[in-house]
């Protein structure tokens, strides 16, 4: 049985940093794509960032071009999104994914597991 357990959201201040993390038991990680997605209250969940199996390419969507990075330690089989220069509209559950895929899959139909979500919450 595939589980991905999120860590690491919370409340911030606007201009603040968040980390959250997602570790990944049940299957090889290191063959897997990984990619975080969001969704805001009465909006539609939403492609934030992937990476690929190796850790080498990354994709991110245009609105946190610049303030995110996502990396990865398939040691740890954990996935993490650094989130920099937050603002009030980051504000969201925010869900890792799993794809067992060596591309950079961008939409949420081309995973097949999702963690639970981890809630960030950023204030103005």
């Known amino acids: 049985q595939v589980q991905l357990v999120e860590s690491g959201g919370g409340l911030v201040q606007a201009g603040g940093s968040l980390r959250p993390s997602c570790v990944v038991s049940?299957?090889?990680?290191?063959?897997?794509?990984m990619g975080w997605f969001r969704q805001a209250p009465g909006k539609e969940r939403e492609f934030v960032a992937c990476i690929n199996w190796a850790g080498i390419h990354t994709a991110y969507a245009d609105s946190v071009k610049g303030r995110f990075t996502i990396s990865r330690d398939n040691a740890k089989n954990t996935v993490y999104l650094q989130m920099n220069s937050l603002k009030p509209e980051d504000t969201a559950v925010y869900y890792c994914?799993?794809?067992?895929?060596?591309?950079?899959?961008?939409?949420?139909?081309?995973?097949?597991?999702w963690g639970q979500g981890t809630q960030v919450t950023v204030s103005s």
């Open positions: 049940g299957r090889t990680f290191s063959t897997t794509a």
């Open positions: 994914a799993a794809a067992a895929r060596f591309d950079l899959p961008t939409y949420s139909r081309e995973y097949e597991y």
